[in-house]
Nanobody
């Protein structure tokens, strides 16, 4: 069992920045592929950014050039730096950990609300 705890959400004006952090209960981030997803009411959860155990990143086109994902394995944390935020970035953001081999080992954080509004 891997526990993930997100922090850093909140209210920000358009064009502003936020940094989300995800703390894993064990050294999961050194083994698992880690990712951030987001979800708005009535819509499916969508991938925002992913980082593999070897540091390879995959960023959704909708946030490319504005969002950056990073990991610090020694601290069991994964972060999402969000710059130039837009109202359409408003969503609940979830931290995710996926085992690279065992597909049933998939864990989610409780989510953190990000609201972009003037």
């Amino acid at each position: 069992q891997v526990q993930l705890v997100e922090s850093g959400g909140g209210l920000v004006q358009p064009g502003g920045s936020l940094r989300l952090s995800c703390a894993a209960s064990i050294r999961a981030s050194s083994i698992y592929n880690m990712a951030w997803y987001r979800q708005t009411p009535g819509r499916a959860r969508e991938l925002v950014a992913q980082i593999t155990s070897s540091g390879i990143t995959n960023i959704a086109d909708s946030v490319k050039g504005r969002f950056t994902i990073s990991r610090v394995s020694a601290k069991n944390t994964v972060s999402l730096q969000m710059n130039n935020l837009k109202p359409e970035d408003t969503a609940v953001y979830y931290c995710n950990a996926d085992h690279p081999v065992i597909s049933t080992l998939r864990f989610w954080g409780q989510g953190t609300q990000v609201t972009v509004s003037s």
